[in-house]
């Protein structure tokens, strides 16, 4: 994000286009390698959470979680619970 882009947005509380600072600092959303499977988080505001992600195995199976976290953080550990919890059943069957 600019300097330009954030005194804009404190000064006036909002950025000159009118689009909320956390849709412009995800605009691209964040790709996370755990485990062989690809995990990718994005702004998404679904009830009380503001992340969604998606996980993708080796293999090509992926999932969508739309409420998965209220920020970043806590959308990545989701993904990685979901992940080992994928892995452990796989090694039941």
């Not at 950025?15 to 998404?44: C, F, H, L």
């Not at 959308?75 to 080992?84: G, K, S, V």
Request: charged share 25%.
């Amino acid at each position: 994000m600019t300097k330009a882009l954030v005194q804009s947005y404190f000064a006036v509380g909002e950025p000159e286009d009118s689009t909320p600072i956390r849709d412009i600092a995800m605009q691209t959303p964040v790709t996370e390698t755990y485990k062989g499977w690809t995990i990718v988080v994005t702004a998404e505001d679904k009830m009380c959470a503001h992340f969604s992600f998606d996980i993708t195995a080796p293999s090509g199976y992926a999932q969508h979680v739309s409420m998965g976290g209220e920020n970043v953080e806590r959308a990545l550990e989701r993904a990685r619970e979901m992940i080992d919890m994928e892995i452990a059943l796989s090694e039941d069957e």
